[in-house]
């Protein structure tokens, strides 16, 4: 479980989240939504600490990830980032061949003895995102030579390889073309009675179609969470409702 409390951040002089008090429950997925530059990839790489490396950032508050706050201590980062898997709007596979973006954190986190097993260790998880069959004899191939969509089901691959425990989707389908997409979602669907799933989506109705819980977030703050049914059907938050029924996005 992920549990967010008093979370402030700043860049330089902006106040980009204030007080930010969330709980992402386990096993299921949650969506953020709220228009842009609300502060929804802020929160979210907040959560991996992939926000350190911005320039002039400044965090307080506590993310508590199974109890351990990741804000102060030292946690070890890669292991924290193993946990925590990030996937990105924008496939980003490291150059190499597909095979090798699987199998490159299984190596760094040294998961097997035996090149077999890493084999096919790989080989189940490009199967767990429906890649195996299309890139049938091309594993060794460069990963760039993928289609967009492809790219993305490689990068959730290598995510999932390195048994995390939760998954980060930032608007993870929205470059992909309809097909492509639902292959994603119904993925992260199959994934939710392993995995917790947090994802920001700018489709209402992909957050409609998947979403067990659902945040609301508007100029950096929480106005509304809860159960997706509660939220969609009878949001309790004026800006909520307008932000529903299409009155800005
Ligand atoms: N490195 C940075 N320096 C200064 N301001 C930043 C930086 N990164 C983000 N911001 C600001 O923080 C606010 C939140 O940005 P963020 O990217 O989290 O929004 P978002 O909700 O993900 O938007 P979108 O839906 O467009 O992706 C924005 O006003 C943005 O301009
Ligand atoms: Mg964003």
Redesign the pocket.
């Given at each position: 479980m992920i549990e967010v409390k008093k979370l402030n951040v700043h860049?330089?002089d902006?106040h980009?989240l204030k007080d930010i008090d969330l709980l992402f429950p386990e096993r299921s997925i949650t969506c953020i939504i709220?228009p842009?530059?609300?502060?929804?990839?802020?929160?979210l790489r907040t959560l991996n600490r992939l926000i350190d490396s911005?320039?002039?950032v400044r965090i307080d508050g506590q993310v508590l990830v199974d109890g351990e706050d990741i804000i102060d201590s030292q946690s070890d980062i890669t292991e924290l980032r193993r946990r925590i898997g990030l996937v990105s709007q924008r496939p980003c596979p490291l150059p190499m061949s597909i095979y090798d973006n699987v199998a490159y954190g299984c190596r760094i986190n040294r998961m097997f003895k035996k090149r077999r097993e890493l084999v096919l260790h790989v080989r189940q998880c490009l199967r767990a995102v429906g890649l195996m069959d299309e890139i049938k004899g091309r594993m060794h191939a460069p990963a760039s030579r993928l289609s967009i969509g492809q790219q993305q089901r490689l990068c959730l691959a290598r995510s999932l390889a390195v048994h995390p425990d939760y998954i980060l989707a930032d608007?993870a389908t929205s470059a992909l073309d309809p097909i492509s997409s639902k292959t994603v979602e119904d993925l992260f669907v199959s994934l939710k009675d392993k995995y917790s799933i947090i994802m920001?989506t700018?489709t209402l109705r992909q957050a409609l179609r998947i979403a067990d819980n659902v945040v609301f977030?508007y100029l950096g703050e929480i106005i509304e969470t809860g159960p997706a049914s509660q939220v969609f059907n009878n949001p309790q938050n004026e800006l909520t409702q307008k932000y529903l029924s299409g009155a800005f996005s």
């Open positions: 860049i330089g902006n980009i709220g842009s530059g609300c502060g929804k990839s802020t929160l911005t320039e002039g608007e920001v700018h977030m």
